[in-house]
């Protein structure tokens, strides 16, 4: 029997985009759960970490699975990865995918630094200098837990040179159009499927 998905949503983006998301991989036979989240994700990277581990924890308690799946929608991507690395995830977690995913940090992200608005505060963390992107390169990758990254060249809010993160495994999908590339990783039936063979495949 398939481990349950656990999914964390993007920047921006309620909390149904993620139930959306789930229902779409259990239409391919996953039993999936949605993170919480606070602030439509603004706020701190390590925070809402701290709530996908709080989720993680209650799934395993309600399914009694061993372990967990992970997805990552946009910045929940880079949420998970930072779970996984550098609070202690990896014990509890399979596998984990990025789909569209700051993995590298976001130049974009630069443009909000001298804005004084905590709201801002995980785009800021994006930046590829920002302490949170160090501490996430120095952590090193769990040996035990598949992470794979998946990414589109229609991605124009994340490109490859930022998805394309050392220690996943690295799939570039046809399915995302310029400009819109970055929306379709989400929507897209074909999109679903790459995500879901990630979680299935031997």
Not at 166 to 180: N, R, S
Request: aromatic content about 6%; glycine content about 10%.
């Amino acid at each position: 029997m398939a481990l349950p998905v656990v999914i964390i949503n993007g920047l921006g983006a309620p909390r149904a985009a993620a139930l959306a998301y789930g229902r779409a991989l259990g239409q391919r036979g996953f039993q999936t759960f949605a993170a919480p989240q606070r602030l439509l994700g603004y706020g701190d990277v390590r925070v809402a970490a701290r709530l996908v581990s709080e989720e993680v924890e209650r799934v395993l308690a309600a399914t009694r699975a061993p372990r967990v799946n992970l997805v990552g929608m946009s910045l929940g991507g880079l949420i998970g990865l930072y779970y996984v690395k550098c609070m202690e995830g990896a014990a509890y977690v399979e596998r984990f995918v990025s789909v569209g995913g700051p993995l590298n940090g976001s130049t974009l992200a630069r443009a909000v630094n001298h804005i004084p608005c905590s709201a801002a505060h995980a785009l800021a963390q994006t930046t590829p200098d920002n302490d949170l992107m160090r501490e996430l390169r120095a952590a090193p990758a769990p040996p035990n837990v598949r992470m794979f990254s998946v990414g589109t060249r229609g991605d124009v809010l994340t490109p490859r040179s930022s998805w394309d993160a050392e220690g996943l495994e690295p799939i570039e999908t046809p399915y995302g159009a310029f400009p819109i590339g970055h929306w379709m990783l989400f929507t897209h039936p074909e999109n679903h499927r790459v995500v879901a063979e990630c979680l299935s495949r031997d």
